[in-house]
């Protein structure tokens, strides 16, 4: 049965394994375990790990820094942005337009590890109402950052 599950993982197709909500997991003492992924951030295991190394290990797999892409989007007049985090860690949330100049610092503090929201209601820092357009949202984490771009539509 390991067998044929390893040559199964090893073979099929990425959008397959995607679609997927158990992770089959041959750790390296050679025990199998089975993970059921009911979210990008919780982890419910059907196997008690060995060790909290295998833990860590697996909560490094499914989480880790990520930005999501705004919804909706186009929008008008506001749109959710989602971003997750693994670690505490400083985070700053702005929002840039076509040229690259800051239009809205969204967020600019310490968060906790976890899945985290944000709504921009399409004004600038002064709290006027921006022009219909491109614009971009970067999301900095412990030095990182990761941009997505989004739409606002009159």
Known sequence: MK???????????????AQTDTMFVEMANGSMHVYSVSAINKITFNQTPTSVKEVEQMENIVRSFTLKQNYPNPFNPT????????????????????QGRQVRELEKSVRGAGNYRIIWDSRDNVGRQVASGAYFYRVQYNGSQLVNKLLLLK
């Open 3 to 17: 067998r044929w599950l390893l040559l199964f993982l090893w073979f099929a197709p990425r959008a397959l394994l």
């Open 79 to 98: 749109t959710t942005i989602e971003y997750v985090i693994p670690k505490v860690g400083e985070v700053e949330v702005t929002i840039y337009d076509i």
